[in-house]
């Protein structure tokens, strides 16, 4: 009888402790949906030139790296940069209890999810790329365009006028503010710096949702924050861009090494040469098969005969790519030079290739790519992509550890590797670099698809980034990631190293709050910065 009742009143607790569970739930979901109410209704409330959507916005919550998918509350279509300011000033105003964070997304090209920010608002740049474009022709030509433009619409404008930017990327189906905000790298690096340090001004909505036009000599501090920061300290709605006279033809070369010390030797050479390519850049190849067969495509052999007996299987290639842009009355000059060049390289003479197009399809030679990939269904694949700036004087440790023990091949994507002048980077931008005057870029740009022989690509590649990233680190190779990307605040410390303090400081001018681009994964809205 005893027993019956202790048992009893053990059943009445807990029953009474599961019903306050219950009630507790039930008010914290009450409360946590009327906080998203409220907050859904005021910025419903904004007084927006453009659109604000809250259904179809799936697209927003993933992107070209295709392994982060974090869902927005809502996507702003800017008509002005006017309704980029008053959403941020109203999150402003809102102080540091509301959780919304802001990010811009261009083109949706960024690899882990910087461009997303969860239930959060994610402005749409693309929606400002209408503002008319505003080319100056003059001693110094440039061109005004919007934060949300393709490069590729610049080109094609840009050309009307017998001009074109200085600097280019590899794909040129990205937005300006994307970019800028991070650096812009391609082949004419060398010559011409990147892409940040060929902009003559730039239009700026900060953290507090003001409008700056900056430049270097006007509210300078965020002109060179802005650049290569991430988006940190501000969303770039209107830069202005330094242009040169264009070039019509291009000769486009390609030629083989299979010693590494050579290849890098001479990459070194064209780079510093006073007489050189327009373009230079160069990859490695391992374990490809047919590799000059596609090649056959595009450009035509210098010796065929000696081609056809070349094997490429089994071994571990390094080609050097490289271009010499002229004009029509200039093509003699231009065989002239390229010849003289060629004669001071030790390449494979039966592995040059060359090829000449008009200049707009070699700056835009990825794209062909992506079109033949979209048809076949690989494009909208995961790109785990590992991008890595090397110290010239620990290439050769990184080249023969990574290329020898750690990469099997190269067969699921590309992997570029050409140097840079430090010389021709403004060190007063956001970006890290290593110390040497001359690093290399280093790109792994794998694409992540499932075949009967690697049921699990994608977990293949991660490791493989991550046994490359371990061993940069146990050797102290002095190693900088581009387009960076760490999951701890320590990781960024690290990665900023003697820059950190001041980075911090920056964010707490302009955007203390920590409302932009959370999508890096730097600083956490709420959670002090310092």
């Known amino acids: 009888m005893k027993c019956t009742s202790i048992c009893f009143v053990r059943k009445i607790n807990f029953l009474f402790a599961r019903a306050s569970l219950i009630l507790l739930l039930c008010c914290l979901t009450i409360k946590i949906n009327l906080c998203c109410f409220g907050t859904d209704s005021s910025i419903r409330k904004l007084p927006l030139e453009g659109q604000l959507r809250f259904d179809d916005i799936h697209y927003a919550g993933k992107d070209f790296g295709n392994r982060y998918q974090f869902l927005p509350l809502a996507v702003m279509h800017p008509k002005s940069v006017s309704d980029i300011a008053t959403m941020i000033q109203h999150i402003w105003k809102m102080g540091p209890n509301s959780e919304l964070t802001v990010a811009a997304r261009g083109h949706g090209h960024s690899l882990h999810g910087q461009a997303q920010a969860h239930r959060g608002i994610v402005i749409n740049m693309k929606s400002l790329e209408g503002r008319e474009m505003q080319i100056h022709d003059g001693r110094l030509s440039y061109v005004d365009v919007s934060g949300g433009e393709l490069w590729i619409n610049i080109l094609h404008e840009c050309l009307k006028y017998g001009l074109a930017p200085k600097s280019w990327t590899d794909y040129l189906h990205l937005t300006v503010g994307g970019t800028l905000s991070n650096a812009g790298i391609s082949g004419q690096t060398f010559r011409h710096g990147p892409q940040i340090s060929n902009v003559q001004q730039l239009e700026v909505v900060t953290g507090k949702g003001e409008v700056v036009t900056c430049s270097e000599k006007q509210n300078s501090n965020l002109f060179y924050s802005v650049l290569g920061g991430l988006g940190q300290f501000g969303i770039i709605s209107r830069a202005r861009i330094s242009l040169e006279p264009a070039p019509v033809k291009v000769k486009w070369i390609r030629f083989l090494y299979l010693d590494f010390q050579t290849f890098t030797q001479e990459q070194e050479y064209l780079i510093s040469a006073e007489k050189t390519f327009d373009y230079i850049e160069g990859f490695v190849i391992k374990n490809r098969t047919g590799l000059l067969s596609d090649w056959r495509s595009i450009f035509r052999s210098h010796d065929s005969i000696h ?34 060049i060629l004669s001071q390289l030790s390449y494979i003479s039966s592995t040059l290739f060359v090829a000449e197009v008009p200049y707009v399809d070699f700056l835009d030679r990825v794209h062909s790519s992506e079109i033949k990939l979209r048809s076949k269904g690989l494009w909208d694949v995961p790109h785990p992509w590992l991008n890595l700036f090397i110290p010239k004087s620990k290439i050769n440790t990184f080249a023969k550890e990574v290329f020898g023990n750690i990469m099997v091949d190269t067969t699921d994507g590309p992997v570029l590797m050409y140097p840079i002048n430090k010389s021709r980077w403004d060190d007063r931008t956001s970006i890290v670099l290593p110390s040497e005057d001359i690093f290399y870029l280093v790109a792994f740009l794998s694409s992540a698809v499932n075949s009967p022989k690697n049921s699990d690509s994608l977990r293949n590649i991660l490791s493989r980034n991550r046994r490359i990233l371990e061993f940069c680190e146990s050797t102290n190779l002095g190693v900088k990631q581009y387009l960076p990307h760490y999951d701890t605040q320590e990781e960024w410390k690290a990665h900023f190293g003697s820059q950190w303090d001041n980075f911090v400081q920056k964010k707490l001018f302009y955007d203390p709050l920590a409302i932009l681009a959370p999508g890096h994964r730097i600083f956490q809205k709420g959670v002090s910065i310092l």
């Open 307 to 340: 081609d056809s007996k070349f094997e490429s299987d089994q071994k571990t290639l390094f080609c050097i790519e490289v271009a010499k842009y002229y004009k029509h009355n200039e093509i003699n000059d231009a065989n002239q030079e390229v010849e003289f």
